[in-house]
């Protein structure tokens, strides 16, 4: 935990106040990048793909890039074979699936309705991760989401050079 | 010749087949990831696997006997939607994935 510190230029606190470790999501550099490269590569269509790591840390160590068999602008499906062989992957590497990355081409990092429908089915685990990038502007914007009983709430992300596995 | 593969057909209806389960459905296998289920079709497949397992019932097939949309069930590699869905035939050794289907929009 970090502590807040102070110093501002009035003796205030500033910069480094606590964020609750359960609402933050760190992703390694490389999984970063492959996120957003394949998001880019996926347009005009929207991309996505697994994450895998450690839920209860909220680190991701791995990404699978899969394809969206919806080829949509507006919606996607992670390819159903793809997923399964990305499962025994991850589990083969010591970790698990917690999560899923998928890009907006024209709109905001934000859960859309179906998003948040599809992340309440009865076989949605409520420990995943939800990644969202919009391609909308010039420069990709990532933010990520836990949605646990149709409740969206963001976690901070943080991308971390060396960051464990 | 043809009464003895008649009765082998008969013997190969019903094969015990490994279960893979999504996580929040281990729980109910008492935390189990693989699990073992008898039949010789997907359906009969999950059928046995509510069975053994009530707390499945209702997550998988839906009131009229059919897969839920959110759930990807495979034998092996492959999708069972791109097979024969529930009928899909399970051998001997098959192993049988049960996975959440991943979507959004």
């Known amino acids: 935990m970090v502590e807040a510190k102070e110093g501002g230029a009035n003796g205030e606190a500033v910069g480094l106040v606590p964020i609750p470790w359960e609402f933050v999501l760190s992703l390694s550099t490389h999984v970063h990048r492959q996120i957003l490269g394949h998001c880019l590569s996926g347009l005009p269509n929207e991309a996505c793909g697994l994450i895998a790591g450690d839920s209860a840390a909220g680190h991701v160590s791995h990404c699978f890039p899969t394809r969206n068999v919806a080829a949509s602008a507006k919606l996607y499906t992670v390819d159903p074979r793809e997923h399964l062989q990305a499962e025994l992957e991850a589990e083969k590497l010591g970790l698990e699936l917690i999560g899923v990355f998928h890009s907006h081409t024209h709109t905001d990092a934000y859960p859309s309705r179906t998003d948040v429908e599809q992340a309440s089915t009865p076989l949605s685990d409520p420990r995943w991760h939800y990644v969202l990038v919009s391609l909308r502007d010039t420069h990709p914007v990532l933010r990520a989401y836990r949605i646990v009983d149709g409740q969206v709430n963001e976690e901070s992300v943080v991308v971390e050079a060396n960051a464990p596995r | ?105």
Do not use: C
């Not at chain 2, 009464?3 to 281990?26: A, N, Y």
């Not at chain 2, 006997?65 to 999708?79: E, I, K, M, Q, T």
């Open chain 2, 1 to 105: 010749m043809l009464k003895k593969r008649r009765w082998r057909d008969r013997r190969e209806d019903v094969v015990p087949v490994e279960v893979r389960l999504p996580t929040v459905l281990r729980p109910h296998a008492g935390g189990q990831t693989i699990v073992s289920a008898k039949g010789g079709t997907i359906g009969e497949v999950l059928t046995d696997l509510t069975r053994s397992y009530p707390g499945m019932a209702g997550q998988l097939l839906t009131d009229d006997g059919s897969l839920h949309r959110f759930v990807n069930v495979y034998v092996n590699d492959d999708d069972v939607r791109y097979l024969d869905q529930l009928d899909t035939k399970v051998a001997e050794g098959d192993t049988v994935s049960i996975l959440p289907a991943v979507a959004g929009g």
